[in-house]
C-alpha cells in the first residue's frame, strides 16, 4: 500500500505581508531606542535583561491565553534559535566597529541567500518574479542604507553578510522543520537563546574586565553595571514589542515559504524611517525616499504573483 506524503501547507501570501507590516512597524519603534539603552548598559546584560522580561511576560500570558510553549520537536526548535540568536548576536557586535550602514546592509542580503537555499538545498522552484523582487528590493535597501562604498572588504565587512546568512538559514527552519510548532514556542526558544549568549558575555567580561569606553561607545565591552531606570523602562519596552513583532515575524514565516516572506522584511526600512521621523524629526533624502519606493515595488511584486 502506497503512503501518499502529506501535502504542503498554502501560502497565504498577504496575511503573510500583514503580519510583516505590523512587526516592522514594531521593531521598527523600538529599535530607535537602542542607543539610549547603549548609553546606559551593554549589550550582554541588554540580552540577558530583555529575555527575562520576555520570558516572565510569556509566562504570565501563558495560562489565560492558552500558550502552547512546549515544543513538539525539541531538535528542530533548538536549532532554529541557536541560528537565528547567533545571527543577531553577531549582527549587534559588528555594530561595535563597524557602520550602522554597512552592518544593516550585510543582513538584509538575507532573502538572496533564502533564495540560494532553497533553491539548492530544498529543490524548490524560484520563478523569475521573485528573483527580480529580490534584486529590487535589495537595491532599494542600497539606496535607503547608502554603505560606504569606498570601504576596504575584509573579515570585518565580511561579518555583517554572515549575520544575514544565519538570519536566512533561520527563516528557512521556521517552515521546513518548525511549522507544527506554536509561535510562543517559537518566541521562547529564540530568547533563551539570545539570554544564554547574553548571560556568557557576561561571564566572560567579568573574566577578562575589559576598560569599556562611556556611553554607548562602550556598548559591547560593557559587563554588567548597576540598571538606571532609563535602562529597564526601554529594556522593558524592548522586551515587549520583539514579543509582538517577532512573533508575528514567525507566523508570517508560517504562512508562506520563505522565499517569498523574506521580501517583505525590506518594509522594515521604511518603518524605522518613519519613527525615526516621528520621534526625532530626521527627514529622509531625496535618495532614501527612491529607495522606499524600490522596497514597496519589491513587495508588491511578491504580493501580486503570490497569490
Known amino acids: 500500500m502506497t503512503t501518499l506524503a502529506a501535502p504542503a501547507p498554502a501560502n497565504r501570501t498577504l496575511a503573510a505581508a500583514g503580519a510583516i507590516l505590523i512587526y516592522a512597524m514594531m521593531i521598527g519603534f523600538t529599535d530607535n531606542f537602542v542607543q539610549t539603552i547603549a548609553r546606559d548598559g551593554g549589550l550582554w546584560q541588554f540580552h540577558a535583561t530583555r529575555t527575562a522580561m520576555a520570558l516572565a511576560l510569556l509566562g504570565l500570558a501563558a495560562a489565560p491565553l492558552r500558550l502552547r510553549l512546549r515544543p513538539r520537536n525539541w531538535r528542530a526548535v533548538a536549532f532554529r534559535s541557536l541560528v537565528h540568536g547567533s545571527g543577531m548576536v553577531v549582527y549587534f557586535g559588528c555594530l561595535a566597529f563597524l557602520p550602522v550602514a554597512v552592518v544593516a546592509a550585510g543582513l538584509f542580503t538575507a532573502p538572496i541567500f533564502v533564495l540560494l537555499i532553497s533553491r539548492f538545498a530544498f529543490g524548490m522552484h524560484i520563478g523569475p518574479y521573485r528573483i527580480l523582487a529580490v534584486a529590487v528590493g535589495f537595491l532599494g535597501a542600497m539606496?535607503?542604507?547608502?554603505?560606504?562604498?569606498?570601504?576596504a572588504v575584509g573579515p570585518a565587512t565580511v561579518l555583517p553578510v554572515v549575520a544575514g546568512v544565519l538570519y536566512a538559514l533561520g527563516n528557512?527552519?521556521?517552515r521546513q522543520w518548525c511549522a507544527g510548532e506554536s509561535a510562543e514556542t517559537m518566541l521562547a526558544g529564540f530568547f533563551a537563546a539570545l539570554g544564554a549568549y547574553g548571560l556568557l558575555g557576561l561571564a566572560v567580561l567579568a573574566l577578562w574586565q575589559p576598560e569599556a569606553p562611556a556611553g554607548a561607545e562602550g556598548f559591547i565591552l560593557r559587563g554588567a553595571v548597576w540598571p538606571t531606570p532609563s535602562f529597564l523602562l526601554w529594556t522593558f519596552v524592548q522586551a515587549a514589542g520583539s514579543l509582538v513583532g517577532v512573533g508575528m515575524m514567525v507566523k508570517a514565516y508560517q504562512m508562506a515559504e520563505a522565499s517569498r516572506?523574506?521580501?517583505?522584511?525590506?518594509v522594515?526600512?521604511?518603518?524605522?524611517?518613519?519613527?525615526?521621523?516621528?520621534?526625532?524629526g530626521e527627514v529622509l533624502s531625496m535618495r532614501a525616499m527612491a529607495g522606499m519606493v524600490l522596497i514597496f515595488a519589491a513587495g508588491l511584486i511578491i504580493a501580486v504573483r503570490g497569490r
Not at 539606496?143 to 570601504?151: A, E, Y
Not at 516572506?261 to 525590506?266: G, I, M, Q
Not at 522594515?268 to 526625532?280: E, G, R, V, Y
Open 143 to 151: 539606496l535607503v542604507l547608502g554603505p560606504d562604498s569606498g570601504m
Open 268 to 280: 522594515i526600512l521604511p518603518a524605522s524611517a518613519f519613527w525615526t521621523w516621528a520621534l526625532w
Open 172 to 174: 528557512i527552519a521556521t
Open 261 to 266: 516572506v523574506a521580501v517583505f522584511e525590506y
